[in-house]
Every structure is written in structure tokens, then in C-alpha cells.
């Protein structure tokens, strides 16, 4: 049995940062919220008891790189929701070291979780999307996947592939009545930023022709945009939300 008749959006990594955020802009957009952790359940918890006074939202545990775990955590969502209007593919993990040094493993993991999770999520959600000729998917890529960073190659290249995969989907799903668009992040106060001294941060902020760094309702406000009727014509899509860090 469904739990209501609106609009659903899921939001993967909602529990923190940015996905909280996105999370808290689209309750109050008015969908229900489908919030994806893998590890943050007391953050994706107390996040559930915040937005429980102003939509529908339920939790669900599943490591998006695991595409078996995803198939269980679309079934759970449909069996609550009837099923997905709005993805929002927003799990994601950072990692600064040299080229030479990354292994197997942490490229693995890397790719998994950034570029596999989104091709997990978005094959899973598609099915229901193209059967309603309606739906609208996000992908949170990174101003890194447009132009590389140095000691970010696995993940530059995690999000460059990300963006691609926007471009391609979205050709492929149009004529079913679908955007695919990406927001890409320029240097966001998150858990990420956690590892750079006050001194760092104000260097980026300096680099920055705004002069400043963004906030995570800033990523929100633009996959609020692109998940309504006002981004109806606009698809394929790549939303850079940097303060003019790269034009």
C-alpha cells in the first residue's frame, strides 16, 4: 500500500551535507522524501524526525555501488511509495592523493560509488519513469568532472564520467517525457572540506570571483529548479554551481 498520491524524490547520500539539504529543499517542494544512506543512520534518523513534520519521508539503507542492494532499496520504496518521480543520484566520496599511490581498491571504490551507484539507480528508477512518461534525474557531478584536479584523478574522472552519462541518458530518455541533467558543485562547506585548515579554505574562497564558498542550500536551490515544471524544456544539462570558479 502506498503512502500517498505525491510526487516522490530520492535523494542517495541524503543523510548529510548537501544531500541533507537537497532533502530539506525538496520536502519543501512538497515531495515525499525517499532518503538513501549507506553508513550515517543517526544523521539520516534525526533528519527523518526534522522533515516527518512537513512531507513523508522514510529511510532506506542500501550501498549504492551494490546494484543487488539497490534493486531491495527500489522494491522497499515502491512498496511504501509506489515508486520514484525525482532521482537525485547525490552518494558520493572525495579523495585527495597522488596518481602513483592510488590502488586498486581505492579506485574501485571510487568508481563505484560515483559512477556505478548512478548507473544502479538510474536503470532501476527508469522502468517506472518511462511507463508514466514523466520523471526528472540529477546527477550531483563536480566542476573536478568538468576540468580535472590534480590528486583527485579517480575522482575527477568518477565525476567526468558522471557527466557524460547525463549527456547520453538524456538523448535516450527525452522522448519518454525525461530530463537528465547534472548539477556540478563548485568548492561546498561540507564534511569533504573537513581536512582543509581555515587558511586553505580562505585560499579557495580568495580563488573564487565571488569571494566565497558555497553552501550546500546553494546545490539544493538548483536541483529544486531542475526537479520542477520551470526546467520542463532544459535537459542534458550540466548546472554549474561554483561562484565563477571555472567558466
Not at 590502488?103 to 508514466?132: H, S
Not at 584536479?149 to 522522448?175: D, F, N, P, Q, R
Not at 548539477?183 to 581536512?195: E, F, I, K, N, Y
Amino acid at each position: 500500500m502506498t503512502m500517498s498520491k505525491q510526487k516522490t524524490a530520492l535523494v542517495t547520500g541524503g543523510a548529510k551535507g548537501i544531500g541533507a539539504a537537497i532533502c530539506r529543499s525538496l520536502a519543501g517542494d512538497g515531495y515525499n522524501i525517499a532518503l538513501n544512506y549507506n553508513v550515517s543512520e543517526t544523521e539520516a534518523l534525526k533528519l527523518q524526525n526534522e522533515l516527518s513534520h512537513i512531507t513523508n519521508i522514510e529511510i532506506f539503507k542500501a550501498d549504492v555501488s551494490d546494484s543487488s542492494q539497490v534493486n531491495v532499496m527500489f522494491c522497499n520504496i515502491e512498496q511504501v511509495f509506489g515508486g520514484v518521480d525525482v532521482l537525485v543520484n547525490n552518494a558520493g566520496i572525495a579523495q585527495q592523493v597522488l596518481f602513483t599511490d592510488i590502488t586498486d581498491e581505492m579506485w574501485q571504490k571510487m568508481i563505484g560509488v560515483n559512477l556505478t551507484g548512478a548507473f544502479n539507480c538510474c536503470r532501476r528508477a527508469l522502468p517506472y519513469m518511462i511507463n508514466r512518461k514523466h520523471g526528472s534525474i540529477i546527477n550531483i557531478a563536480s566542476m573536478w568532472g568538468e576540468v580535472g584536479a590534480s590528486m583527485e584523478v579517480h575522482y575527477s574522472a568518477a565525476k567526468a564520467g558522471l557527466i557524460g552519462l547525463t549527456k547520453a541518458l538524456a538523448k535516450e530518455e527525452g522522448l519518454s517525457g525525461i530530463t537528465v541533467n547534472a548539477v556540478s558543485p563548485g568548492v561546498v562547506l561540507t564534511d569533504m572540506m573537513a581536512q582543509f585548515s581555515d587558511e586553505d579554505k580562505q585560499i579557495l574562497a580568495d580563488e573564487t570571483p565571488l569571494g566565497k564558498l558555497g553552501d550546500s542550500s546553494d546545490i539544493a536551490t538548483a536541483v529544486s529548479f531542475l526537479a520542477s515544471e520551470k526546467a520542463r524544456f532544459i535537459t542534458g544539462q550540466v548546472l554549474s554551481v561554483n561562484g565563477g570558479f571555472v567558466i
